[in-house]
């Protein structure tokens, strides 16, 4: 008896651990099927954006680009009050959210450029290559002058980033790619059209400022201005165009208007039919330089020097 007892409880014993496996078993199961289930319904995890060598999209960039279209067509240019601040956002955020930022087009920002486009006057349109804070300087000191970033496209882009990931949320704030790492970013493509539209809209005389400091030249052919924007002056709207050689204040004196660069940038405008004037350290911008550097050697005499092409 004693023997059949324990037999007994044995079995039971067994029989206990079993279930205690088999529940288990189901338990683990469960849990694997809710992962499963949850997954199809939310889709995969996101996977890792990819990390570019450029900053990443501006923090805030619907506030920054709404606040700054308000600004512009409400308070410095209310003739353009009809403009539709809310469309011109979303057709921005339409170019590039949820988009590779190594494959943007031409087509993707088409809506926004032609939402945010303006007339330009005559005789205001500045241009400019490696000039970027002496001509804003300029047309902030000076209101008979607009460069692009004068404009609204512009001026809603200027000094802001922005890129997309095909992978949630769709905007990669941690960085988005340079130039050198594919050509077709968002930030290339977008300042390639804006360029080539804002040189399109330029009519009567339009002004271009170049940097004579630099060793490598004035006029680069690679530069926005070199590549895209003279070619897309209209030689039926342009009556002239004139060069402004600038030198840096105690800056190096590169190239002047008998430079090799400047003969090859008047060789071409020459080639398009336009007029050609060049002038180095055009008097009124030499003078804003010398706000700023008062009592340099440069600034007792403000010499300039001026050549008809």
């Not at 404009?151 to 130039?179: F, H």
């Not at 050198?180 to 009519?203: G, L, R």
């Not at 039926?236 to 204040?249: G, L, N, P, R, Y």
Request: glycine share 6%; charged share 20%; net charge neutral.
């Amino acid at each position: 008896m004693p023997f059949q007892q324990g037999s007994a409880r044995t079995r039971q014993r067994t029989v206990l651990l079993v279930g205690i496996v088999v529940l288990l078993a189901a338990l683990v199961l469960a849990v694997v099927l809710a992962s499963v289930l949850t997954h199809g319904e939310r889709g995969e995890v996101a996977p890792k954006m990819l990390q570019w060598k450029d900053r990443g999209t501006t923090k805030n960039l619907q506030e920054v680009i709404l606040g700054r279209c308000y600004s512009y067509v409400m308070a410095r240019y209310p003739e353009l009050g009809d403009k539709d601040c809310l469309k011109i956002w979303e057709s921005l955020k339409h170019a590039f959210i949820y988009k590779d930022p190594c494959n943007i087009t031409s087509e993707d920002y088409q809506p926004l450029m032609e939402l945010a486009s303006h007339p330009i006057p005559c005789n205001k349109s500045l241009f400019w290559s490696k000039t970027n804070d002496l001509a804003h300087r300029y047309t902030k000191s000076n209101q008979n002058f607009l460069t692009l970033e004068d404009t609204l496209l512009g001026y809603m882009a200027d000094r802001v980033s922005w890129c997309g990931d095909p992978s949630a949320p769709g905007i990669n704030y941690e960085s988005c790619p340079k130039r050198s790492e594919c050509e077709s970013n968002p930030s290339s493509v977008f300042w390639k059209m804006a360029s080539k539209m804002f040189a399109e809209a330029a009519c009567g005389v339009v002004q271009v400022m170049l940097n004579g400091s630099i060793e490598a030249g004035a006029f680069r052919n690679s530069s926005i201005f070199g590549s895209i924007e003279i070619f897309n002056l209209n030689p039926d709207k342009v009556s002239a165009v004139h060069i402004w050689v600038m030198h840096d204040i105690g800056g190096p004196q590169s190239e002047s208007c008998s430079g090799h660069s400047i003969k090859r940038l008047t060789s071409i405008l020459e080639e398009r039919n336009f007029k050609i004037t060049c002038e180095d350290n055009y008097r009124p911008v030499q003078l804003l330089q010398c706000v700023y550097n008062p009592d340099h050697t440069d600034c007792r005499l403000c010499t300039n020097t001026t050549a008809n092409l």
